[in-house]
């Protein structure tokens, strides 16, 4: 079997899944299943993989869309139209569809995962802005598409929507330079008590045709303040921050800057 028919099969066990928990009424379990969007998303825009012809990868960005879309749903962070179950299950076909160049079962236009705008302000409320300047690498020129997943959890659980940063393309000796602001999706006085924000470094494994999460980092309420901040980062990820080594014990670490925004 083939790499690729392998990746194929991969994605649709992680597919097949998430709908079995949407299905079953399991929607936290069924929302992580559903990031499977974002692997699909980073082979469409990834400029080192070319075993996919631009049909397919219109393909993958179309499926993509369909998975954001029933996790916004479920979240009920997005449009207040719901895209139901029913319809994501017609594409239970992937392999098919990919394979056999069958047609698309729905009209759907692919939409990339991008950064989220800022959110209206409210009066008394402050929002956080966040400036992912770089990071700390002994291999940094080494990592291939290398990006940023950013996300607000409690005891492991998603408060916000996820997001992604663009593909960090400035390599500095062991810096991998992203230079990208984030807008934090929830006011900072919503935010409950516990709750972390993680940054998790992830880059392309060509030969294994997969994302990995090199290390990740994170803040505690009480860090968030004015100005820059810098972060130690750790391996593996535990959003629960039970069991945490970090992966380096050289000086290098994430750079971040800070902005609130008060109303």
Same mark, same amino acid.
């Given at each position: 079997m083939s790499d690729v028919n392998k990746t194929v099969q991969k994605?649709?066990?992680s597919f097949k899944k998430g709908t079995d928990f949407d299905s079953w009424g399991q929607l936290v379990e069924a929302i992580d299943e559903y990031q499977?969007?974002?692997?699909? !998303?980073?082979?469409?825009?990834?400029?080192?993989?070319s075993d996919f012809t631009e049909d397919q990868k219109k393909t993958l960005g179309k499926i993509a869309?369909?998975?954001?879309?029933?996790?916004?749903?479920? !979240?009920?962070?997005?449009?207040?139209e719901e895209f139901k179950l029913e319809e994501l299950k017609k594409l239970e076909t992937i392999q098919n569809i990919l394979?056999?160049?069958?047609?698309f079962p729905f009209d759907v236009q692919p939409v990339p995962l991008t950064l989220l705008p800022r959110l209206p302000s409210e009066p008394g409320m402050s929002l956080l802005t966040i400036k992912i300047e770089k990071i700390g690498l002994k291999d940094a020129g080494q990592c291939i +598409?290398?990006?940023?997943?950013?996300?607000? /959890?409690?005891?492991?659980? +998603?408060?916000?929507?996820? !997001? +992604?940063?663009?593909?960090?393309?400035?390599?500095?000796?062991?810096?991998?330079?992203?230079?990208? +602001?984030?807008?934090i999706q929830r006011h900072v006085e919503k935010l409950?008590?516990?709750?972390?924000?993680?940054?998790?470094?992830?880059?392309?494994?060509?030969? /294994?045709?997969?994302?990995?999460?090199?290390?990740?980092a994170f803040m505690e309420m009480d860090e968030i303040k004015p100005g820059p901040i810098v972060i130690e980062y750790k391996?593996?990820?535990?959003?629960?921050? /039970?069991?945490?080594?970090?992966?380096?014990? /050289?000086?290098?670490y994430l750079h971040l800057h800070q902005t609130l925004h008060k109303d």
């Open positions: 994605w649709h066990a499977l969007a974002r692997q699909l !998303q980073k082979e469409v825009q990834s400029t080192s993989s869309t369909c998975l954001e879309m029933r996790s916004g749903s479920l !979240q009920c962070t997005q449009s207040k394979t056999y160049n069958k047609e +598409d290398p990006y940023m997943t950013i996300s607000v /959890k409690l005891n492991g659980v +998603d408060l916000n929507p996820v !997001q +992604d940063t663009p593909v960090a393309t400035r390599k500095e000796d062991t810096y991998i330079h992203f230079s990208v +602001d984030v807008e409950p008590k516990g709750a972390a924000i993680f940054f998790e470094f992830k880059h392309y494994k060509p030969k /294994k045709r997969f994302t990995s999460t090199k290390c990740f391996k593996p990820t535990d959003f629960k921050r /039970k069991k945490l080594q970090l992966l380096t014990k /050289k000086q290098l």
